[in-house]
């Protein structure tokens, strides 16, 4: 839906207004200001990230952007413009201003819970099917290229359907995945969709490809092979992917057989639908090696002509101009990964995960906890034993703590891994073990603050999916795709 009172934005406008909301910081803050009704005032340029509640009042030449929905009535004031990602629950008057409205928060068929009750369940997994969708708005406003959804690994670990479900109602018309099982589910949910199969073709796979209309990503000169038999037999006129190795990825085609092997589209029947490659580091110390890639596919491109091209993924798209082409294959920071770690995240959290305390306990100083990687306290300390460990896909050790001048030299290391125990963050004692994770609570303000029974937080408001991962030296990506399926799940859009 959109509405326009009482000209009509251009599509470019909005896409200029809506980044540079992104980017100034006068327009983060959120200024808390009521009339004598107890409607907020917007009166200056604002950001929300989150749902606006109240009802509020947009005041003259103000613009305001919410990442979530508006729940009570708005009213927007001469020369004011508004963009909500969600939806408008509440009345509109409209005086004078400009309204876009994305309504990307009507998900509500896509709300579900899965694996054992929560009552039964050790840990409780929530994923915010509105925040991918605001997530996918937020990216797709950075390139004027197509963008598709790269949900391989069961959507980083958050639910292939819930997610591709999703992701359509916001409009995406391409998707990525890991294998045919993938593409089958896809498909089943996203008629209309092209599909490409990351793991390509092998040996009696290609006919499964046509039953779905899925198109595989086609890596090597073997599997060309393979897939030509099947077209040539069957006048198959589904297409497929060619991957071209232009960095030092362990996927693709060479550029030096990819050149010759252009000839092919000068026949009517090529069958290549997409030119893609990968960029082998988006991070500052890769920029050389990205820039070489950049270069070398379009260099590749010209050889074939007409033929759409795909290199970026969202963090690439975001330091990269020049690597958009055609295609953009948006992945893990659909899920709130933060693809610009140079700068404040600028995309909305979309898991959080709590785990339930089991036993509190004293340990004495130097009492060492076997299942804990032979962990054992310098104090009298008390920890919070929670019902998740490493089977659950949890870090199983965080990197070591540099040593401060009072340790140096003692060799002491403790891990970085922190949790949220009553609005307070407390360290991870030691590892994590198959099926629970230690936390010290010896210095919360308050020992009632964690009770038996109570849910602590491990990832979620406070403690982000980069938090966890910079502790894990991993990534964000990485430890998305570990959570596993002993969790209570439940999918919401708020």
């Known amino acids: ?33 009521k009339d004598d009704e107890g409607r907020i005032l917007i009166s200056r340029s604002s950001e929300i990230h989150g749902s606006l509640l109240d009802d509020t009042i947009v005041e003259r030449n103000c613009f305001l952007h919410v990442r979530g929905n508006v729940k009570g009535d708005l009213t927007i004031l001469e020369g004011a413009r508004v963009i909500v990602e969600g939806s408008v629950d509440g009345k509109i008057a409209n005086k004078g201003g400009n309204l876009t409205v994305h309504n990307y928060g009507a998900l509500a068929e896509f709300i579900s819970a899965e694996g054992p009750p ?49 992701l359509a109602k916001c409009r995406c018309k391409i998707f990525f995945v890991s294998d045919l099982a993938a593409a089958k589910r896809v498909r089943n949910l996203v008629p209309d969709a092209a599909i490409y199969v990351l793991g390509g073709v092998y040996p009696g796979t290609a006919p499964i490809f046509a039953q779905i209309n899925a198109q595989p990503v086609i890596n090597s000169t073997i599997e060309m092979a393979e897939w030509d038999a099947f077209v040539a037999a069957n006048q198959w006129t589904g297409g497929f992917a060619l991957n071209v190795k232009t960095g030092a990825g362990r996927f693709g085609i060479p550029v ?16 290549i639908t997409l030119l893609m490659s990968d960029l082998d580091d988006t991070g500052e110390e890769g920029r050389a090696r990205n820039e070489s890639q950049i270069k070398a596919l379009q260099q590749l491109r010209m050889a074939y002509p007409n033929i759409p091209t795909s290199l970026a993924d969202g963090a690439g798209m975001l330091r990269y101009e020049n690597a958009h082409f055609d ?26 995960l709590c785990a339930r305390i089991v036993q509190i306990r004293t340990v004495a100083p130097g009492e060492v906890i076997a299942d804990n990687g032979g962990w054992s306290p310098k104090r009298k300390s008390r920890l919070a034993i929670v019902a998740a460990g490493y089977a659950d896909g949890y870090p199983r050790e965080g990197a070591p703590r540099e040593s401060s001048a009072r340790t140096k ?11 949220i125990v009553g609005g307070h963050r407390c360290p991870i004692a030691g590892r994590a073990s198959v099926d629970s994770l230690a936390i ?55």
């Open 118 to 166: 929560e009552n039964e369940s050790g840990a409780v997994l929530k994923i915010n099917l509105s925040a991918i969708g605001l997530n996918w708005a937020t990216l797709a406003r950075h390139t004027l290229s197509e963008c598709a959804a790269d949900i391989r690994s069961n959507a980083y670990g958050c639910g292939i359907d819930a997610v591709a479900g999703t």
């Open 409 to 419: 030299g003692k060799n002491e290391f403790e891990a970085r891994l922190e949790a």
């Open 327 to 352: 295609i953009v294959r948006l992945g893990a920071a659909l899920f709130g990964v933060n693809p610009t770690p140079y700068v404040t995240n600028p995309l909305l959290q979309v898991v959080d």
């Open 1 to 33: 839906m959109r509405l326009a009172t009482p000209v009509q934005e251009s599509s470019e406008e909005s896409r200029r207004i809506a980044m540079s909301a992104m980017t100034s910081p006068e327009q983060k803050t959120f200024p808390e200001q």
């Open 440 to 494: 010290d609570i010896t210095d919360l303000p308050d020992p009632r603050l964690a009770r038996h029974g109570e849910m602590v937080t491990l990832i979620g408001a406070g403690m982000s999916i980069d938090d966890v991962a910079k502790a894990a030296r991993s990534t964000g990506g990485e430890v998305l795709r570990g959570l596993g399926h002993r969790f209570h799940r439940f999918y919401y859009a708020d």
């Open 256 to 271: 030096d057989e990819a050149i010759p092997f252009s000839t092919r589209v000068h026949s009517r029947a090529h069958g």
